[in-house]
Every structure is written in structure tokens, then in C-alpha cells.
């Protein structure tokens, strides 16, 4: 059984920094393609950053210079370092990612997400 879990989220002002955590644990072979999502109240979940397994990065515009997404393979973990928050980042901070547990059987999996708000 596969668990992801988002920890680092909280209130920040703008301008200010957040890293968010995402843990996967469990039975894993190995841990493919993470992503980051995030759901700001009334808005549809958007695609914030990936990380693939040859730690190749893509981001949405609206984050790109300020977020840094990364990963500790070892650890099986991924974090999504926020830099020069602004109220639009917002959001519930979901972590996604494509996880083997064995060399041939994958699924993917959704973590329960944590909150970020930007406010002064």
C-alpha cells in the first residue's frame, strides 16, 4: 500500500518563501514522473510542476522564475520550494506521482493535499 503525503504548507506574507514536502512511502519499486497541482477556492485544480525520473522540470508560466521543483530519489520524496509568493498562489497543494511497485505494475496517486495561503 502507496501513501503520499504533503507536509510544509501554512500562512506566509507575500514576497515570502514556502517548501512543500511530498513523502511517498509504502511499497515502492520505484517512483517515475511527480507533479504538483494546486486548487485555489472556486478554480478548477491547475498543473503547477513536474519533476520526471531524469529530474527533467517543466512549470506553469504563472510560477515560472519563482517555484523550484525537486527530488531525493533516495528518500523517495519531491518538494516544490515557493519563492516570492503573491496571493495568487493561494491554493490547496496536491502532490501527484506515477509510483512502480514493482518493475512492471504502476499507479497513480493523489496526496491529500496542504494549504497554502498568502496573505498580509
Known amino acids: 500500500q502507496v501513501q503520499l503525503v504533503e507536509s510544509g504548507g501554512g500562512l506566509v506574507q507575500p514576497g515570502g518563501s514556502l517548501r512543500l514536502s511530498c513523502a511517498a512511502s509504502g511499497s515502492i519499486f520505484s517512483i517515475n514522473a511527480m507533479r504538483w497541482y494546486r486548487q485555489a477556492p472556486g478554480k478548477e485544480r491547475e498543473l503547477v510542476a513536474v519533476?520526471?525520473?531524469?529530474?527533467?522540470?517543466n512549470y506553469a508560466d504563472s510560477v515560472k522564475g519563482r517555484f523550484i521543483i525537486s527530488r531525493d530519489n533516495a528518500k523517495n520524496t519531491g518538494y516544490l520550494q515557493m519563492n516570492r509568493l503573491i496571493p495568487e498562489d493561494t491554493a490547496v497543494y496536491y502532490c501527484?506521482?506515477?509510483?512502480?511497485?514493482?518493475?512492471?505494475?504502476?499507479?497513480?496517486?493523489w496526496g491529500k493535499g496542504t494549504l497554502v495561503t498568502v496573505s498580509s
Open positions: 501527484h506521482a506515477v509510483i512502480y511497485t514493482t518493475r512492471a505494475n504502476y499507479m497513480r496517486y
Open positions: 519533476i520526471t525520473s531524469d529530474e527533467s522540470t
